[in-house]
């Protein structure tokens, strides 16, 4: 039986923060590099796996599917964008558990399609991560996609803090993916504690 997700997804750009964060207890981490060569691309998808192996946290690989099926990867995350050229056949074929990014009805629509093992919305809040077409959509949203989807695990991303975390979940997401909140504090050791504190009641 596959383990359940964590409800605390951050999402990371290089493995820095990987080694820096993950030994304070993230058990659910995504690696979204961009405006990297394949080469590096694959030392870091190398490095992820490592280090999370090595801290017992699920790592979720963003858009590179074919070096996270090299590279013996279990978990990919694809965008809307992202699913135009991925091979969806091939990633299941070779394995891997996959989320999917979605924004509006006719994405969930498509995403349903491909059972998935999440469905990700946003962003629920105004986000400064990147320009999206998509303003903010609401917690109300949560509630009708988690009614769409059921079971699926529902992650709410985009503007996410852990203020905002309570009103997020009973609205309907299980897990809250984590961005900015994280990596532009000014202590983001004491913001993942936080996080913890707030989705786990732990320190």
């Known amino acids: 039986m596959t383990k359940p997700l964590d409800r605390f997804y951050p999402i990371f750009e290089n493995t820095d923060w990987l080694q820096r964060l993950l030994p304070l207890g993230i058990k659910l981490v995504q690696l979204r590099i961009k405006d990297k060569s394949s080469a590096e691309i694959q030392t870091e998808i190398v490095t992820a796996k490592r280090l999370c192996a090595n801290h017992g946290t ?11 099926i090299e590279q013996g990867c279990d ?3 694809l965008g809307q964008e992202d699913l135009d050229e991925a091979d969806v056949p091939a990633i299941r074929r070779a394995g891997l558990r996959l989320g999917i990014s979605t924004h509006d009805v006719d994405e969930l629509d498509r995403a349903l399609k491909l059972e998935p093992d999440y469905i990700a919305l946003g962003p629920i809040y105004p986000t400064i991560l990147k320009k999206m077409k998509w303003h ?3 917690v109300g949203k949560l509630t009708e996609w988690k009614s769409a989807i059921g079971d699926i ?3 709410g991303i985009g503007g996410m803090s852990v203020e905002r975390s309570p009103e997020v ?8 993916s984590v961005v900015t909140d994280i990596t532009l504090n000014a202590d983001p050791e004491s913001r993942v504690r936080a996080w913890l504190q707030a989705t786990r009641g732990t320190l």
């Open 136 to 138: 903010q959509q609401g």
């Open 153 to 155: 695990p529902l992650v």
């Open 169 to 176: 979940f009973t609205a309907g997401a299980d897990i809250v």
């Open 75 to 77: 978990f990919i995350h």
């Open 58 to 68: 699920q790592l979720i690989v963003n858009d590179y599917w074919k070096i996270a």
